[in-house]
């Protein structure tokens, strides 16, 4: 099962009952639009938490009719985020979108060990990327959370990633490890985080998937690219998943795709309860719209 | 000064005396088409040294007239280099380029102690990429050369590159240093080093050039998107350099715009008292010629 177009998921949400959607510090213009859209897509239910007086007047100026939303009143953006946390430990919604709130407090309402959302071993952003110079969806991991993942880390991202495959209803991602070149080398600790990944991928104890690195990008995207450099990979050309060294290098690749290319992404962190929207003032409306429907199929 | 196509140096290099260019282990197909495409350009005068049978063979399949070449003959892949070494220092070639051979070797001859082509602190990669998602020629320093740079290298790096621009009679080339966000923070070494390059450069110990930094990929080169962040710097959507993190940002960064865009490059090894053309077989026909017109138009 191939993705590949962002919009597949603005499909799939649509087909399922509603989820609920709790946004924390609702009073943003850009969030409050991208949800009001969701809404009308037909693939999300918001339950907004803020100010009150603030998110009517963005609604008034937009021509937003919030009348069928429930709104919760609370002014400090922190108690927003352990209200909407709250919301979805009782059962009352089924993802989290981070307002007009910092990210570290929304983490931290999250993490909390008493009544937050743990579920995995770590949280890690995963972003699915339209592009026309690929045959299907290319997912990224991680662009946004993890500085410096340690080979456990990697393990927790590979594991949070693939049940996305899984709970999407494909069969065992093929996750490229990306360093900058296929030959195991001790001064790129990228290269000899690949190979142990890759080796823990033959002896099963990562499972769900088909592990190949150290791969450059140019032999995950290009299976030309492979050939000529003779390289043997079911994985070449062909990656579902790129797997970053590190957040400089994964951040990088990410808004490579978006601002250098004719990128569209889906993106949601992943690790928790519930899956967790964390939309940037960047994205295009489109972006912020497909993450909340990416989002909505997982649950 | 502006380049906005990589066919300017073609026409640059054309419009100058043309350089020889001294090849090292010449019996490999592709660097032998990229060099012969060259020299019908006008742009390069080749000089081959290698395996004569062989180089002949490969011409003679494929139509080359190599007459009006210089060849030498010698066996040895390590002797090549060492000899296209002597012709640099000798003033019997302007610019050295990598044939069948590794590049491991290549390097030695070049950093030899006693007659190499040693100049500045440090080699580094440098490519001009072309792509219709940027208003003009966007350069990636390094690509495939320092795995973990320090800031001295960073330093060496960025005089390398300067040097670039100035040859090519642009003024204060600007440079973004890459890092995921713009905050500097002190578990993310990019954001460190960057701020500490924007002030080495502000207080003049860095001249010649625009430095900013911590710089996440988007505003580097997007107005819009830092504005949207409000963002405010000369720089912002306007860098003529990206200076990546590290190997592992660099190499997946220029693969990238290759690879998942339609970026077209020209690539380069810098800080060797000549230029040191480098092609990977993954590259295509037009980079490889467009690296020589760029080598060509730096001596």
């Known amino acids: ?15 399922r009952p509603k989820r609920r959607i709790a946004v924390a510090a609702a009073e943003d213009e850009e969030v409050l639009s991208a949800i009001y859209q969701a809404y009308l897509q037909g693939i999300a239910e918001p339950v907004l938490i803020g100010k009150t007086s603030r998110i009517n007047v963005i609604a008034e100026a937009n021509g937003y009719d919030l009348s069928p939303f429930q709104i919760i009143h609370e002014e400090s953006p922190e108690k927003c985020a352990e209200i909407a946390v709250n919301l979805i430990i009782s059962g009352n919604a089924d993802i989290l979108m981070k307002g007009a709130i910092s990210t570290a407090p929304l983490m931290r309402a999250v993490l909390n060990k008493d009544g937050g959302l743990r579920k995995n071993d770590l949280l890690s952003h995963f972003a699915f990327i339209q592009t026309k110079y690929y045959h299907k969806l290319l997912a990224v991991s991680d662009a946004a959370m993890n500085i410096n993942p340690s080979l456990q880390d990697k393990i927790a991202i590979i594991k949070n990633c693939t049940e996305v495959f899984i709970k999407l209803g494909a ?37 769900d998937c088909l592990i190949d690195g150290p791969l450059a990008l140019d032999n995950a995207v290009s299976k030309k690219a492979a050939e000529h450099k003779g390289i043997v990979s079911e994985l070449a050309g062909d990656a579902d998943l790129l797997l970053a060294p590190d957040l400089n290098a994964g951040n990088i690749l990410y808004k490579s795709m978006m601002f250098l290319s004719d990128g569209l992404s889906a993106a949601v962190i992943l690790g928790a309860s519930a899956p967790i929207v964390l939309t940037s003032r960047a994205d295009n409306e489109l972006s912020k719209m497909y993450s909340i429907a990416l989002a909505a199929s997982l649950v």
């Open 1 to 15: 099962m191939n993705f590949t177009s962002l919009h597949e998921f603005v499909a799939l949400a649509k087909s």
């Open 171 to 207: 069969e065992k991602p093929k996750i490229a490890v990306l360093a900058p070149l296929e030959k195991v080398n001790d001064k790129i600790q990228s290269t000899v985080d690949a190979a142990m990944l890759k080796k823990m991928n033959l002896t099963g104890e990562i499972s």
